[in-house]
């Protein structure tokens, strides 16, 4: 079935500083990514929607330059963030599917998930 | 209100019981339903995936849709151990960057 990779598993940096998630799709092409953001005992929050080869769309009160994402080729996207304060501690998780936004036939997989702790 | 609303838990079972999962919903243009498992620490995994009203059967797992009362159900039968997990459940309207997650439920099964 189709894999979806994350790295790094986990992550902890220092107040300020930059961190990069990767985000691959290892058996086929997405032409879609999604990030989404998880706190301790809550639900997945969508933070935006990468598309290969053009501009993110990000959801309403996501700093789109505190967190960059870039989806350069069809099986890699990162998510950067950048100066990370405390607050910006989550579990951040991505996904794809083969099919892109509405194709309903091609359900969406996950990654296992970034922890990052900034200290 | 939230649009889904599933509740958190814990819910623990002996090993053997029928476990009954479920979410409501407000939103009537939801149409595609699904239900992922997430163990700890990890990303979530797809159980289910049924399109509109009905009964959805995948071994030990049964999903359940009624629209009519904006209700979906998981249920697992035989429950295991290895069982345990957060269950959360996701439907949308549009496409899937309107997928709507449900809080998830904890769900501890003990031998």
């Known amino acids: 079935g189709a894999v979806v990779s994350q790295h790094p598993s986990r992550v902890i940096c220092k107040s300020g500083t930059s961190v990069k998630i990767e985000c691959r799709s290892l058996d086929f092409q997405a032409t879609t990514m999604f990030w989404y953001r998880q706190f301790p005992k809550q639900s997945l929050m969508l933070m935006a929607t990468s598309n290969e080869g053009s501009k993110a769309t990000y959801e309403q009160g996501v700093e789109k330059d505190k967190f960059l994402i870039n989806h350069a080729s069809l099986t890699l996207s990162t998510l950067t963030v950048t100066s990370a304060h405390p607050e910006d501690s989550s579990f951040y998780i991505c996904?794809?599917?083969?099919?892109?936004?509405?194709?309903?036939?091609?359900?969406?997989?996950f990654g296992n998930g970034t922890r990052l702790t900034v200290t | 209100q939230k649009e889904v609303e599933q509740d958190p838990g814990p819910l623990s079972v002996p090993e053997g019981a029928i476990v009954s999962l479920n979410c409501t919903y407000s939103?009537?243009?939801?149409?595609?339903f699904m239900w992922y498992r997430q163990y700890s620490r990890k990303g979530p995994e797809l159980l289910m995936y049924?399109?509109?009203?009905g009964n959805k059967e995948d071994g030990r797992f049964t999903a359940q849709v009624d629209k009519s009362s904006k209700y979906i159900s998981l249920f697992i039968r035989d429950s295991q151990p290895s069982d345990s997990a957060t269950y959360l459940c996701a439907m949308f309207r549009g496409g899937y960057n309107k997928l709507i997650f449900g809080a998830g439920t904890r769900l501890a099964v003990h031998p």
């Open positions: 049924t399109y509109s009203s």
């Open positions: 996904s794809a599917t083969v099919g892109g936004t509405t194709d309903f036939n091609s359900p969406l997989h």
């Open positions: 939103n009537s243009a939801f149409q595609y």
